[in-house]
């Protein structure tokens, strides 16, 4: 089964989340080790200042050091902190009381005025932080002696330190994890909730509660929102039409079949009849051709790709200059080769077979064509204008030869259908169809497609 996109996020959002703690935990604790150790070094620096202070030659000349220091720790046998004074050749010199029972090693020589730093392992496996500085000491005898002093403090302290530090980092670390994971849940629940949305209204399409999309939405979703709607809209005009054309196609066939059943039922049929039948069988075909030519207007396919208007009407063009070559008709077309139609190839043709015939038809001898663009955010629309040097439309006819079966001129032949079907098309697009009067002084036709 898919994950569901909240799920997805979430998953993105918390393995995100674990590798950014994860780094910022780590981070933490070098970071919190490195100041624990410069504090050990701080202190154990100060206990060697300490030492220089208190020690001191006897009469003899001999580098002694008190037994009562300052920091009692040195007295007190496993306290933690240890001392040592020790020559170049790492004979003790001096050990504190602390030091009883336990083993700190000599590490190598180390220059007068240099100090050394770092971890160190005795024996039993006590490990400790020392810090050895090396200094020339002038005797009465004006000859300078050189020592090493050395202060350790056992790693215990230390490593309590860590050990806490990362018990508290950890579970702050989590908490704030899981506050995050909360909060990110909460975040993702409220973007989601019209993608939610949308699909509960769907179901509701789905169970007939809803005829279509109507809450408000982010501009994100406003796009399928709208061609979800276009598309309801769209199947629901094609059920229409087509019940439409069946209950019209129906209806127009009840006579001319009552006719021809008479014709049938009697017997022996006289020539008229035969004439009578063959009348109503034009009839029907007739309405057949009428009916299905109704239907052919398409319902447009919001997302189908675009279509070129320059090839599709070249190709009108040449087929019509054909059928009506005795004419000698002149076609002067003006078309910007970017123009597109965003909608069922059929449907254009629809279009333009209908607009161009009706030219060629009424014309005396001369069309011009033009298809221009119109701007538009998402995608252009188009103007496609045809106009002839014909007798024109009379102003008072422009609403009435939309309607089906109604000519402008009734010498000509036609059934008065190609107008209407393309009305019907333009309208199921959204676009407009205007009659103007053209330069030539017959009919312009201008059909407009909004841009996207």
């Known amino acids: 089964m898919t994950a569901s996109l909240q799920g997805r996020l979430l998953l993105a959002a918390i393995l995100i989340l674990v590798a950014f703690l994860g ?24 206990q060697l200042y300490g030492l220089l202070a208190a020690a001191d030659l006897d009469l003899n000349g001999k580098l002694v050091v008190p037994d009562n220091l300052p920091e009692l720790r040195f007295s007190q046998p496993g306290s933690g902190l240890y001392g040592r004074v020790h020559g170049m050749d790492g004979l003790s010199i001096w050990d504190s009381r602390s030091l009883l029972g336990v083993d700190l090693p000599v590490a190598g020589q180390i220059s007068a005025g240099e100090s050394e730093f770092g971890r160190i392992s005795g024996g039993s496996g006590m490990r400790f932080y020392a810090l050895r500085f090396a200094v020339s000491w002038e005797g009465t005898d004006g000859e300078s002696q050189d020592y090493v002093f050395a202060v350790a403090e056992g790693l215990e302290n230390y490593l309590g330190q860590v050990s806490a530090f990362r018990g508290s980092l950890s579970l702050w670390l989590g908490a704030a994890a899981l506050l995050l994971l909360v909060v990110q849940g909460l975040i993702l629940r409220w973007g989601l909730a019209p993608l939610r949305k949308v699909a509960d209204e769907v179901r509701e399409l789905e169970t007939g509660r809803r005829q279509q999309l109507q809450g408000s939405y982010p501009g994100e979703l406003v796009g399928l929102t709208s061609n979800i709607n276009t598309l309801i809209r769209n199947q629901r005009r094609h059920l229409d039409r087509y019940r439409n054309t069946l209950d019209d196609l129906a209806h127009s066939l009840k006579t001319p079949l009552a006719v021809l059943r008479s014709i049938v039922q009697s017997q022996g049929p006289s020539a008229d009849a035969m004439t009578d039948a063959a009348e109503q069988v034009a009839r029907m075909t007739r309405i057949v051709d009428y009916q299905l030519s109704r239907a052919a207007a398409s319902d447009p396919i919001t997302l189908a790709s675009h279509v070129a208007v320059a090839p599709a009407m070249a190709r009108v063009i040449d087929s019509l200059q054909k059928i009506y070559a005795e004419k000698g008709v002149s076609v002067a077309a003006n078309i910007v080769d970017t123009a597109r139609f965003y ?18 038809k009424l014309c005396s001898n001369a069309i011009t064509v033009s298809v221009s663009s119109i701007a538009g955010s998402h995608r252009p629309g188009i103007e496609i204008c045809i106009a002839d040097d014909g007798p024109g439309i009379p102003r008072q006819m422009t609403e009435k030869i939309l309607e089906r079966g109604v000519r402008a001129d009734s010498t000509t032949d036609g059934q008065g259908i190609g107008l209407a079907v393309v009305a019907d098309i333009v309208r199921s697009y959204d676009g407009k169809l205007n009659f103007e009067k053209s330069a030539q002084g017959g009919a312009k036709v201008c059909v407009s497609f909004p841009a996207g």
């Open 23 to 46: 780094l910022t935990g780590y981070a933490l604790d070098r970071a919190f080790r490195t100041s624990a150790e410069v504090a050990v070094r701080d202190r154990l620096q100060g």
């Open 343 to 360: 909608g069922e190839e059929g449907d254009l043709f629809e279009i333009l077979g209908n607009l161009l015939d009706n030219a060629f």
